[in-house]
């Protein structure tokens, strides 16, 4: 179950004022911020400070345990069943090229879908949400606004609600 929230979102009409509260949150020290766009904009990744995805790591895990796999499936096979042929060796590495490969790929794509189900579910446990019936119903974020919801403790409501008043913000709501 997630936790309760406490804390305080806001509402911006413009990507420059959005940018600049993000900015000045990030120097106060508050890192863990959510921000909603009705469209994607580069400019706010910077200003969060390109966070990185650890979503590579879970494919690049399922590419070598995919690979490591194979070898091991294709060499205890032909080891258990032995078909001697002529002067060949019994375990063949260029044989083992297009099954590994192919296991690399497949291991791959279930890992990086289970590490992006994994990292969202974490996350939402981590991170508490607005429970406000306000920012339940609120939809234009997902047409003309922009958003950002900063959680954060009781002593630190009312310096996050004056930085983001500073910055033009159109509505600000304090929950706690």
Excluded at 49 to 77: D, E, H, W, Y
Excluded at 86 to 104: D, L, N, Q, T, Y
């Amino acid at each position: 179950m997630s936790k309760a929230f406490s804390g305080v979102w806001a509402t911006f009409e413009y990507l420059d004022d959005t940018c600049a509260a993000i900015k000045e949150l990030r120097d106060k020290g508050f890192q863990r911020i959510t921000t909603h766009t009705p469209c994607p904009r580069h400019e706010i990744d910077h200003a969060l400070g390109n966070p990185q995805s650890r979503i590579p790591f879970f494919t690049l895990l399922g590419g070598v345990t995919g690979f490591c796999l194979a070898i091991f499936i294709i060499v205890k096979m032909t080891l258990m069943w032995i078909l001697p042929v002529s002067g060949k060796p019994v375990v063949s590495i260029p044989i083992m090229g297009p099954i590994a490969f192919e296991m690399s790929v497949l291991l791959s794509i279930y890992f990086t879908i289970g590490g992006l189900f994994f990292l969202i579910i974490r996350d939402t446990m981590r991170h508490g949400k607005p429970r406000s019936k306000k920012y339940k119903n609120y939809n234009r974020f997902m047409r003309d606004r922009f958003g950002i919801v900063v959680p954060c403790d009781d002593k630190a409501l009312a310096e996050v609600e004056l930085i983001l008043k500073k910055h033009q913000a159109e509505e600000v709501i304090v929950e706690n």
